[in-house]
């Protein structure tokens, strides 16, 4: 359960907001007024019940006829999460994963500066990535103090993720967003969050698998993948 304002909002809840902030906000640009609890959980993919019970924990439950007016919405869902000022993030691991993160200029954009990376390899430390010097492990405590860092990102291999993490830690950082195909180790205290990109692709295959299992479509690989059944 995530605490905010001495309010506890489920899990998933939070999970949900950041859709509903990317669904406002793209509204905005389109500049909607009001948006209703259906269209909101349409453009969501979950029901509008869903989406009523989720917004009533900000304290806020529409008008009748008129739905939720978006400017305020997105106001009161950046406000629950926390975007009403920078998140400065450090990265550990310049490698090309890590090198792409800095240099990815959105993360700043939507309140997450890159205020530094570190690595282990020598030939990185010194080369610029998106403005940003590559600094030696070393350095991290000093990053995470100057800048008031409280998030952190393992961008390393999965042989030195643990590590890494537990450098993000004795800096002093409270949240890390883990990149490592690798379960962490960490007090429990620190909130983490693993980006596993191959879980998310098997998701996607669950998918297509059904839409053909539909539709009746072949999905029978020219050259089976290895170690699966010819």
Known sequence: MATTRGRRIPDATVARLPVYLRILLELADHDAQNVSSEELADLAGVNAAKVRKDLSHLGTYGTRGVGYEVPYLIYQVRRELGLTHDWPVVIVGAGNLGQALAGYGGFGARGFPVAGI???DES??????????VGRLTELGAMVRRHHVAIGVVATPAAAAQEAANLLVAAGVTSIL????????VPPAIQVRKVDLAVELQILSYHEQRRANLTGADTTPARPRHGASA
């Open 178 to 185: 883990n990149f490592a195909p690798v379960v962490l180790s």
């Open 124 to 133: 990185k430390v010194g080369t610029t990535i998106g403005g940003i010097t």
């Open 118 to 120: 570190v690595d282990i």
